[in-house]
């Protein structure tokens, strides 16, 4: 296996907790799938649609998330809404991402990545 693809792996492993956060801090106003793939993708986060319905699911199902349809348009769309629980977990998880980010800056600091003062 080479350099690139370790890192490529790895980075889809940091990404995969941060786009949580990401898209629990666009729900506070209803937002459609599509939408919120390009909300996100404007502030910087590229996520796939593949990947983001299986995530609303899953946080709909955990009750972080409210969804209703709206049949006015041409063609029905889902909207997703934090609910209150969702609420209060993703300012959990703000404060929690907080604390690691500045452990790791502890860590890593003003050098290049090698860990080495």
Known sequence: MDINETISGLTQELRRGTIII??????????YGYSLVSILEEKGINIDP????PLLRRLEKQQLLESKWDTNETRP????????MGKEVYL??????????MSLENLIGG???DGVS
């Open 50 to 53: 593949s990947t983001l319905y």
């Open 92 to 101: 959990q998880l703000c404060l929690e991402w907080r604390n690691m980010n």
């Open 22 to 31: 990401g898209v629990l801090s666009q729900l506070s106003e209803p937002q």
């Open 111 to 113: 050098d290049d990545g």
């Open 77 to 84: 769309r889902k909207y997703y809404l934090l609910s209150s």
